[in-house]
């Protein structure tokens, strides 16, 4: 009996001590196909659009993120480090979107306040953020997937850091290219 102990008391000890690269996840692995998506949305440079799928971006990579919520710390962070890599990405034919659960308003609210300039989308129920391995209701974990122009995950980053990411984001995607 307390070998037994000792042994469970060990394997709760290794696991909470494990590094994050043991750590189970559910998002989509690098080469697997994008998991589509038909989300309602906000970007202020493109006011008829409301609804965006994953075939509107096809040819071009595609930064998809996953973020808490509109107007945090963290997510203001990363959304504005993004903002200001826009014409960046945009030289390397890359698009940026931002998904939460938070509604349209809100995004355009957000996007108004501090100046994001591509597009947030709304996915309140999770179901997205959840076949991309980003839902721990009743938020989106911070998790970003590079997607190829041909919709293959090229490179992902789970329980990401907000400060820095952006560059991060493009440095990989200048690899990539």
């Not at 290794?14 to 043991?22: K, M």
């Not at 998002?27 to 309602?40: Q, S, Y």
């Not at 973020?67 to 203001?76: E, I, L, R, S």
């Not at 820095?164 to 984001?169: F, G, L, P, Q, S």
């Amino acid at each position: 009996m307390r070998n037994l102990v000792v042994i469970i008391l060990i394997s709760f000890f290794v696991l909470l001590n494990s590094n994050s690269t043991l750590a189970f996840d559910f998002a989509p692995e690098v080469g697997d196909i994008a998991p589509d998506f038909h989300l309602e949305g906000f970007n202020k440079y493109i006011k008829t659009k409301t609804v965006w799928e994953l075939n509107d971006f096809k040819g071009k990579w595609l930064v998809i993120y996953f973020y808490p919520k509109d107007f945090t710390a963290g997510c203001t962070l990363e959304a504005k480090g993004f903002s200001e890599l826009k014409n960046d990405f945009s030289k390397y034919n890359t698009e940026v979107v931002g998904i939460s659960a938070d509604n349209q308003d809100s995004h355009e609210s957000f996007c108004s306040e501090k100046s994001i300039n591509y597009t947030l989308l709304s996915d309140p129920e999770g179901f997205i953020s959840d076949k991309y391995g980003s839902w721990i209701p009743p938020f989106s974990d911070r998790n970003t997937f590079l997607i190829s122009p041909d919709g293959i995950i090229s490179y992902r980053w789970i329980s990401v850091i907000p400060i820095n990411h952006a560059k991060e984001v493009l440095n990989v995607l200048k690899k990539k290219l």
